[in-house]
Structure formats: C-alpha cells, structure tokens
C-alpha cells in the first residue's frame, strides 16, 4: 500500500506563490504516473496536473502558464508550484497515484 503525503498548503495573497509537495512510500514511485487534484467546496475534485514515469506533463487549462508539476524520483517527491494565484485556486489540493491511492489533501486559500 503506497502511502501519499502532501504539506506545503497555506493562505496566500492573489498574485502570490506557494510549492506543494507529496512524498510517497514504497519503491514503486519512480514507475507511477502522479497526478495533483483539488475540490473546492461544493464542487466536485478536479485535475490540476499529472505527470509520467518519463516526465510527461499534462495540465488543466485553468492552470497552463501559471503552474508547475514535477517530480523528483530519487526522493519518492512529486511538487507543484502555484504562481499567479487567484482567489478561485482556493481549495483542498490532493496528490494522486496511478494505482488509485490519495493523499489526505493540504488547504491552499488565496485571499483576494
């Protein structure tokens, strides 16, 4: 059972930055797909952005030019860097593996 854990959320001004992280356990990270995810409240948990095993990266339109997924093999980590924050980014961001584990979520709330 692969083990996510994510950190790195907080409240942040609009227009301002944050980096989330996950850390995965087991030894099969390096072959996952790793994927980020966020639900607002009332709404329904959406794709943020995945990456493959070879760093093949996808992004939901709402973030192409403002965010940034990557992932470090070597440290089980994969990150996310939120620049350009607006106040709609706000909500509960998850990491998310191809064998369907979730991580418990971190807050990210953008003030406007």
């Known amino acids: 059972q692969v083990q996510l854990v994510e950190s790195g959320g907080g409240l942040v001004q609009a227009g301002g930055s944050l980096k989330l992280s996950c850390l995965a356990s087991g030894r099969l990270f390096s072959i996952m797909t790793m994927s980020w995810y966020r639900q607002a409240p009332g709404k329904q948990r959406e794709l943020v952005a995945g990456?493959?095993?070879?760093?093949?990266?996808n992004y939901a339109e709402f973030v192409k030019g403002r965010f940034t997924i990557s992932r470090d093999n070597a440290k089980n980590a994969v990150y996310l860097q939120m620049n350009s924050l607006k106040p709609e980014d706000t909500a509960a961001y998850y990491c998310h593996d191809n064998f369907g584990n979730w991580g418990q979520g971190t807050q990210v709330t953008v003030s406007s």
């Open positions: 990456i493959t095993s070879s760093g093949i990266t």
